[in-house]
């Protein structure tokens, strides 16, 4: 399996204001995905990091607010932008394998003030 | 569209018992189906899977599955709980959309207690 690590393991900021969460692999994967998991509830995907190309975005989110980058096969950052307190949530990269599984990253604790 | 559901928000099981941790699901096709755990304050982890084959799948810590396709459920056992069991429980299911990428969508999780 995949090892995965995450930056910052956790932040908290003040509403308005961005963050970057950087996601980085041991090993070059194709599929990377970035999920959120907002307090007491399950885990839900924000977007698919395509390598070389735009991510694709699921139903409620949008680059704006949530711009991906995905330079190379090890790398990605999700940028969470002009922050509300709803935003305060868990964020979560993973990485998904040719035998249907995905591993997940240690996740970013993001509170937001 | 897929769904997974996971009826019981918390399950509490003493020490040594056996214990069920519930989940059904509905897909349009052949389901793939996995199970994680997530221990506090750390990110999830990945128990077992089920793609196809024998309907009882095994993983880690000594957890298995039992693949049930009548009843459209893919409940989590293990014979002799242990407290360290005690965290929080995700049952997924891959949404097959086109380019193949194997995203999954979770269910609601469930939260197991093992009393000592």
């Known amino acids: 399996s995949a090892v995965i690590s995450q930056k910052p393991s956790r932040d908290i900021c003040q509403r308005g204001t961005s963050l970057t969460i950087q996601c980085q692999v041991d090993s070059q994967v194709t599929m990377m995905f970035w999920y959120r998991q907002q307090p007491g509830q399950s885990l839900t995907l924000i977007a698919t990091a395509n390598q070389g190309s735009e991510a694709t975005y699921e139903s409620g989110f949008v680059i704006d607010k949530f711009p991906i980058s995905r330079p190379n096969l090890t790398f990605s950052t999700l940028t969470v932008s002009n922050m509300s307190p709803e935003d305060s949530s868990i964020y979560l990269c993973?990485?998904?394998?040719?035998?249907?599984?995905?591993?997940f990253g240690p996740g970013t604790r993001l509170t937001v003030t | 569209a897929q769904s997974v559901a996971q009826p019981e928000d918390q399950v509490n099981v003493a020490e040594g018992n056996p214990l069920t941790v519930k989940c059904t699901y509905s897909?349009?096709?052949?389901?793939?189906l996995f199970w994680y755990v997530q221990y506090p304050n750390r990110g999830l982890q990945f128990l077992l899977k089920y793609i196809t084959g024998d309907n009882l799948v095994k993983g880690s810590y000594g957890f298995e599955a039992e693949f049930n396709k009548s009843q459209t459920s893919f409940h989590l056992k293990k014979p002799s709980a242990l407290v360290s069991d005690s965290a929080l429980y995700f049952c997924?299911?891959?949404?097959?959309?086109?380019?193949?990428?194997?995203?999954?969508?979770f269910g609601t999780g469930t939260r197991l207690t093992v009393i000592p």
């Open positions: 897909v349009s096709g052949n389901p793939y």
């Open positions: 997924a299911v891959r949404d097959i959309k086109s380019g193949g990428a194997n995203n999954l969508f």
């Open positions: 993973s990485v998904g394998t040719s035998a249907y599984e995905q591993y």
